[in-house]
């Protein structure tokens, strides 16, 4: 390695991600703030949603059926929302889908205040407002999901890909680490779950309000260029013809390994508020006091969820820089991998434990090893923008998740169903059997990307 490799080697770590991040440009730095505050109100709010949807009477089937309508979401969002920014502008159009997630945050706080609602004869249960927010809420988190790869692809060495989207993840998920933990302590203040949710959703209502202002007042619109046409379904389907081929293993893989986890992702928190009704209740002694430590399964989710995300977060960037040494594949792998078999581990983890651990403590550890699974997101990222000609990043990246994200649509549905009518564990372990087959299929077919190889 010359001494100018070494040299950057040495500044790719976790601290210089920090420091790279407030160098930034100030429109960047001031979206970055954005971005952390959504996705801090986001993450407080939507894994708990699947409980927040069982207090207000929905069934498991219903629950499926919301991660399905999210899974329809998240692939319908992103090129409209690309469309919006053209004709409009950044600033006007961050500006809308922010008010429109703050406005999703507000739905989902006052649904239990509204009550069944009778249409026509028949009942409008009051879970149904999720949906509805559902909708709102995710419209700033879907916006400009090309642009930020591309962003990152053109100030990044092809070799350093990895790398960079590490920096980027780095802040976008610390967000995801505070969020569930400060969610857990919200909920903590109340036994009841149904008003102690609706004290995070009020603190996700403020930080969607805050996201909205800065971005509106700090961001400088005088760079912004404004389209006049939008190319249709025409663009999207020779986009989808030029994808470049070594993409293609990696989006069977991708596409399989995420049908089996979309199948009991919104399911992981009724695993342990209602399958195990796990808790936690303890004493704590530190520096010569003893202090009690007594929260509910909903409560204690919101720090299982923590602990993913710090391991998360200490993974990401050396998993990063080992995919410079041993190339991209092998580390997107083993992220596919743990992926895959989460949801056995999940389910199955505390029968083969047994009494020799306390369920909380084998949940901190199922928690803590579905963390590494993000050890594979910035390689991931790169080994999809990687490919794609200088300029074309963003459309690359746009359609690589259109079709993944539409072939996904129905795999909550499906998990739900076999959640509801036949058993969890049916249903997390065809999950896990169909993510090990993604993982074999780009074990044996997907390509490196050349730049690492």
Do not use: C
């Amino acid at each position: 390695m010359t001494d100018d490799a070494a040299a950057d080697a040495e500044r790719s770590g976790a601290l210089d991600a920090f420091r790279r991040f407030f160098a930034l440009e100030r429109d960047v730095l001031v979206l970055s703030v954005a971005m952390f505050a959504f996705s801090l109100g986001f993450q407080m709010t939507n894994r708990f949603l699947p409980e927040y949807m069982v207090a207000l009477g929905a069934s498991g089937f219903v629950v499926g059926l919301f991660g399905t309508f999210g899974n329809v979401i998240s692939a319908l969002y992103p090129y409209p929302g690309g469309a919006v920014s053209d004709r409009i502008g950044s600033r006007y159009a961050l500006t809308v889908f922010g008010l429109l997630s703050t406005l999703g945050f507000v739905v989902w706080l006052v649904a239990p205040a509204i009550g069944p609602v009778n249409v026509a004869g028949v009942v409008v249960e009051p879970w149904i407002w999720v949906f509805v927010g559902l909708v709102l809420a995710q419209a700033w988190k879907s916006f400009g999901l090309g642009a930020t790869f591309a962003v990152v692809k053109q100030a990044t060495a092809p070799s350093r890909l990895a790398a960079g989207f590490a920096s980027t993840e780095t802040f976008r998920r610390t967000a995801f680490l505070i969020g569930p933990v400060l969610a857990a302590v919200l909920i903590g203040l109340r036994a009841e779950f149904t008003v102690s949710f609706r004290y995070v959703l009020a603190v996700g209502v403020a930080f969607g309000v805050l996201g909205t202002a800065v971005q509106h007042v700090l961001y400088d619109a005088s760079g912004d260029s404004i389209g006049d046409s939008f190319a249709g379904l025409d663009r999207i389907r020779r986009d989808l013809r030029e994808m470049p081929a070594p993409l293609r293993p990696l989006l069977v893989g991708d596409t399989l390994v995420r049908f089996a986890n979309g199948m009991v992702y919104v399911f992981f928190v009724l695993v342990v508020t209602q399958f195990f009704q796990v808790g936690l209740d303890t004493t704590v002694a530190l520096g010569g006091f003893s202090y009690a430590v007594d929260l509910s399964p909903q409560a204690f989710f919101g720090y299982l969820l923590g602990v993913e995300m710090l391991v998360a977060l200490l993974i990401m960037v050396p998993a990063s820089k080992l995919a410079e040494r041993v190339g991209l594949k092998p580390v997107v792998a083993v992220g596919f991998a743990v992926y895959a078999v989460f949801p056995v581990v999940l389910i199955y983890a505390p029968a083969l434990a047994g009494s020799a651990l306390p369920l909380s403590a084998v949940m901190v550890a199922v928690f803590a090893f579905s963390g590494l699974r993000f050890a594979g997101l910035p390689s991931h990222k790169a080994l999809i923008v990687g490919p794609a000609e200088s300029g074309s990043g963003g459309r690359v990246t746009g359609t690589y998740y259109l079709l993944r994200n539409a072939i996904v649509i129905p795999s909550a549905a499906v998990g739900g169903y076999l959640w509801d009518f036949v058993s969890p564990e049916v249903a997390f372990t065809v999950a896990a059997v169909i993510g090990v087959a993604g993982t074999g299929y780009f074990l044996a077919f997907g390509q490196e990307f050349e730049a690492y190889a």
